[in-house]
């Protein structure tokens, strides 16, 4: 049995994505972020640093004591390490760490900060909105260039790296980007979208940027 502390999050539904995909046993554990639950000196043991998702594994496959994990991508990696799912032999392999760390180190980061300052900034900072529009609007041609005659981002099957990254393209209004402008994209976008474990995990999620009322303008095109 696995315990996934989670909100509806992009990070948080990465593991909700996995989860539905392979019909492993788990629990959800609701975590209210606006509460603080992630500061709760319980929630620290798992998550040192009080980010959300995290998970414990309370049948790891070394027989020990419940594990706990954190890091949305780490927690992936061994998700599919323990099932032997979503994750390919071979050069592929390493293909699906590389796209699972560009995921982290640049499609998540750059689109949570167009999110926040184009949306939840409790002012407008056009610098701001323009720089991290304008990185993520980049992100997506790279993304967009890797998929053109592809279905998938690693080879011929459905892996982590493909489970990484929708998420993050998911509110791309909320974040000043347009579909039409990435056909590849936009095509492995609307495939994802389709798969009925995606129609599970996304069931009843709210768009959080509806929430707030119409965006900001987007930055120009560069």
């Known amino acids: 049995m696995i315990d996934l502390y989670f909100s509806p999050t992009p990070n948080g539904l990465k593991i909700r994505l996995f989860l539905e995909e392979t019909g492993l046993a788990h629990r959800i554990v609701p975590m209210r972020l606006s509460a603080g639950d992630q500061f709760a000196p319980a929630f620290v043991a798992i998550s040192p640093n009080s980010k959300m998702p995290a998970i414990v594994d309370h049948a790891p496959a070394d027989g020990g004591e419940p594990l706990a994990v954190f890091e ?89 790296a493909d489970i990484a990254c929708y998420p993050w393209v998911v509110p791309h209004r909320g974040h000043g980007q347009d579909l039409a402008e990435f056909p590849a994209l ?37």
């Open 72 to 160: 949305s991508g780490a927690i992936l990696w061994y998700l599919a390490e323990k099932t032997g799912r979503l994750l390919p032999a071979g050069r592929d392999r390493l293909g699906v760490m590389q796209w699972l760390f560009w995921q982290m180190a640049g499609l998540g980061p750059m689109a949570g900060q167009a999110g926040y300052f184009r949306v939840y900034a409790s002012e407008p900072v056009p610098f701001a909105v323009e720089r991290y529009t304008r990185e993520l609007r980049r992100l997506y041609g790279v993304l967009d260039r890797r998929l053109a005659g592809r279905d998938h981002i690693v080879g011929d099957a459905y892996s982590i």
């Open 186 to 222: 936009a095509r492995w976008f609307a495939m994802v979208a389709e798969r009925p474990a995606t129609r599970r995990a996304y069931d009843g999620v709210e768009d959080v940027y509806a929430q707030r009322g119409t965006p900001v303008a987007a930055a120009p095109a560069a």
